[in-house]
């Protein structure tokens, strides 16, 4: 669905709380990931969703569909309620095991698959590490909160040829990394 159904979901979403309720539905995944693909640790990520969901509904009525899509809105406020929490906590803070093995997993996934995943994820986070801030918010706005070159450009302010140019230099970058790794 285009953004236009979203802009306009947005403006009833003030009153309708199916419309706030289908918006959360079709968002929050992609909010998520990209919170999480920032902070490296879902307890963080929950907490900076919910954040950003709850500002999102205390601020839904100041949303205006002329200035910005509501997903470039939505990915700002994310934004910004990461930079929030990264301003209160220590970078060094350790894994926890629930990072590495979720006793909820299905059965069928079992620990040593749990494992060698969280071996791979950690691999990618540790080469998302070596890019600069810039090339890392454009990886996960994309891949993360699938977003496309347009919005990741009205989120970052940046040109879409340049978002485009950035991406493409990014993922050859990671794709050194990663055969380094």
């Given at each position: 669905?285009a953004?236009?159904?979203?802009d306009?979901?947005?403006?009833?979403?003030?009153?309708?709380?199916?419309?706030?309720?289908?918006l959360?539905?079709?968002?929050?995944?992609?909010?998520?990931?990209?919170?999480y693909?920032?902070?490296k640790?879902?307890a963080d990520?929950d907490?900076?969703?919910?954040t950003?969901?709850?500002?999102?509904n205390e601020?839904?009525?100041?949303?205006n569909?002329?200035?910005?899509?509501f997903?470039?809105?939505?990915f700002?406020?994310?934004?910004n309620?990461?930079i929030?929490?990264?301003r209160?906590?220590?970078?060094?803070k350790e894994?926890?095991?629930?990072e590495?093995?979720?006793?909820?997993?299905p059965?069928?996934?079992?620990?040593?698959?749990?494992?060698?995943?969280?071996e791979?994820?950690?691999?990618l986070?540790?080469?998302?590490?070596?890019?600069?801030?810039?090339e890392?918010?454009?990886?996960?706005?994309?891949?993360w909160g699938?977003?496309d070159t347009r919005?990741?450009?009205?989120?970052?302010?940046?040109?879409?040829?340049?978002?485009?140019?950035?991406l493409?230099?990014t993922?050859?970058?990671?794709?050194?990394?990663?055969?380094?790794l």
């Open positions: 669905m953004d236009n159904y979203y306009t979901l947005a403006q009833r979403a003030t009153t309708d709380e199916e419309a706030f309720e289908e959360y539905e079709h968002f929050f995944p992609r909010v998520y990931n990209f919170i693909a920032r902070l640790n879902s990520a907490d900076v969703t919910s950003t969901f709850m500002k999102m601020n839904l009525e100041s949303y569909p002329e200035r910005a899509a997903s470039t809105w939505l700002r406020i994310a934004n309620a990461i929030d929490h990264t209160h906590i220590d970078r060094n894994t926890e095991w629930e590495f093995f979720d006793p909820a997993a059965e069928h996934e079992e620990p040593e698959r749990q494992m060698i995943n969280s791979v994820s950690r691999g986070l540790a080469a998302l590490d070596k890019l600069n801030e810039r890392r918010r454009i990886i996960e706005l994309r891949y699938e977003q919005t990741i450009a009205e989120i970052l302010s940046m040109t879409e040829s340049n978002v485009r140019v950035t493409h230099r993922l050859g970058k990671l794709k050194n990394i990663l055969g380094e």
